[in-house]
């Protein structure tokens, strides 16, 4: 199967630090990435995992563990401005997978 | 440089009526996608094509042809459009390099409503 999971919604007071889960279930798994969708705008790329561990951006870090078909997506000092929608998204020969998204709300 | 490109931003179609969307990348990749965003589906696979001269269907291509004219431009047509067809269409580029590693840079998108 190819499903991937991860939440619909999240929601996290600006400043603070929010987790978005994601887990996989697919054969011939290469890597899993990160992408942020602002409303009315294109996704674009956050990060790319090919293999176990954390791998880290300015404030984005990504993570994954193989062997547990499991990642996330790691925020930290949230700004009003990460609102967004974030999908994970598996990689498979030449295809991506996408999951359908994480709604992220950031209080103020 | 301008990424990647989609004409047109908006169009509005009546059932059976056909149509292409275009779209051209600049960054001389070798990958392109066609995808469709539905609220609450996330993005879905309609066709890709791997490098020039070839493409393959993904997860929805029902309804739907795709040509890579050039290395450029890879356009989708709705031969005769449906309702369920309304949807806000992504294209993207990626370079096509080993399988795995790869970043996917889309365009703005065309926002299709079919009546």
């Known amino acids: 199967g190819q499903s991937l999971e991860q939440p619909s919604e999240v929601t996290a007071v600006e400043g603070a630090i929010v987790q978005i889960n994601c887990t996989y279930q697919t054969s011939g798994f290469y890597g899993l990435s990160w992408y942020q969708q602002h409303d009315g705008g294109a996704p674009t790329f956050l990060s790319y995992?090919?293999?176990?561990g954390l791998e880290e951006t300015g404030r984005f870090s990504s993570f994954l563990s193989r062997s547990d078909s499991y990642g996330y997506l790691l925020l930290q000092e949230l700004q009003m401005k990460d609102s967004a929608s974030y999908f994970c998204?598996?990689?498979?020969?030449?295809?991506?997978?996408f999951g359908k998204g994480t709604r992220l709300h950031i209080l103020p | 440089n301008a990424g990647v490109t989609q004409t047109p931003k908006f169009q509005v179609l009546k059932t059976g009526q056909s149509m292409t969307l275009q779209c051209a990348q600049d960054m001389n990749h070798n990958s392109m996608y066609w995808y469709r965003q539905d609220p609450g589906m996330g993005l879905r696979l309609i066709y890709y094509?791997?490098?020039?001269?070839?493409?393959d269907k993904g997860e929805v291509p029902n309804g739907y042809n795709v040509s890579r004219l050039n290395k450029r431009e890879f356009s989708l047509r709705l031969e005769s459009a449906a309702p369920s067809q309304t949807s806000v269409y992504f294209c993207?580029?990626?370079?096509?390099?080993?399988?795995?590693?790869?970043?996917?840079?889309f365009g703005p998108g065309t926002r299709l409503l079919v009546l």
């Open positions: 993207a580029s990626s370079e096509g390099g080993a399988a795995g590693e790869e970043t996917q840079y």
């Open positions: 998204a598996v990689i498979r020969d030449d295809k991506i997978i």
């Open positions: 094509s791997a490098s020039e001269g070839t493409t």
């Open positions: 995992n090919a293999l176990d």
